[in-house]
């Protein structure tokens, strides 16, 4: 019984946790089934030509290139043990990659919906807070780190900056809108009620501290549940409809790079990406050329037809 011995291998020698090894052994039964399909009943019979047929099989299954690359990890893996054992003779799993998966696009809000989500009147001094982060994070691109590390000195509220520290400690100054701007001094005046002694961070939790990430990730959450969001509101999520809404009325690639602090631009384009979806929306909508008539055939539609034959 390989399995069951790889399965006391990894729990007994390597030390895995239940669920690692659960992982595995799930991987396994699911090539071990596969195998039995194509009517190979035993472990050294498999080739790295029938390793590449399964991937092709997983692809065609759904699964993403991280989710085969697990899965190759597994087998890989197990075949390690096999040889250890003297049970295999090669590793046919060793040279083979998995697919590369296609970049995932980041979720943005609309501005309709990110009016919806802002223009709210707080009901307690914790919302006034909570308005004021997600106004300053959509209002300057900020990450949830650099919100969550934000000292009172970094805001110059009457220029309309924010100075942040991002990724390699690297300083950048941003403008803050004016509706940002009106949200935090209404925090300000509420600051006082939370914090005792010389604590320095802009946003504080009820006892006083210097709020930590998971806690503005939750807040935002909520937020977006009680504002009726059609979709589960997180910090970056408001970063990206930043850098998409910047792009989309702007088109400046660059200003947009320096203002998310980006070292490559090859970062900012995945936003041309979100932005082109855009236009090719309003083409649709609005171009004559672009419109089909429902039931209705055209001669270029015809022709483009007997083109591609």
Known sequence: MPLADFATHLSSEKRHSPRTCEHYLRDLHRFCA???SVDIDQWAAVTSHDVRRYVANLSKEGLGG???????????RFYQFLLREGLAKDNPALDIRAPKSGRRLPKV????QLNRLLEVNPDDPLEVRDLAMFELMYSSGLRLSEL???NLGALDLAGGEVKVLGKGSKERVL??????????RRWLKCRAEFVAGSEPAMFVSQRGGRLSQRSIQA???????????????????????????MLE????????QELLGHADIAT????THLDFQHLARVYDQSHPRARRRSGASTPDSAGSDSASQ
């Open 249 to 256: 009325s702007s088109g400046d690639l660059r200003a947009v």
């Open 175 to 184: 403008p803050v809108g004016a509706k940002a701007a009106a949200a935090v």
């Open 268 to 271: 900012t384009q995945v936003y």
């Open 34 to 36: 596969w195998l039995t």
């Open 219 to 245: 807040r935002l959450a909520r937020w977006g549940r009680l504002q009726g969001a059609d979709q589960r509101m997180h910090p970056h999520m408001l970063r990206h409809s930043f850098a998409s809404h």
């Open 148 to 150: 969550a590390g934000l």
């Open 109 to 112: 809000a609309d501005v309709d």
């Open 66 to 76: 991280r989710s085969i690359a697990r899965h190759l990890s597994s087998i890989r």
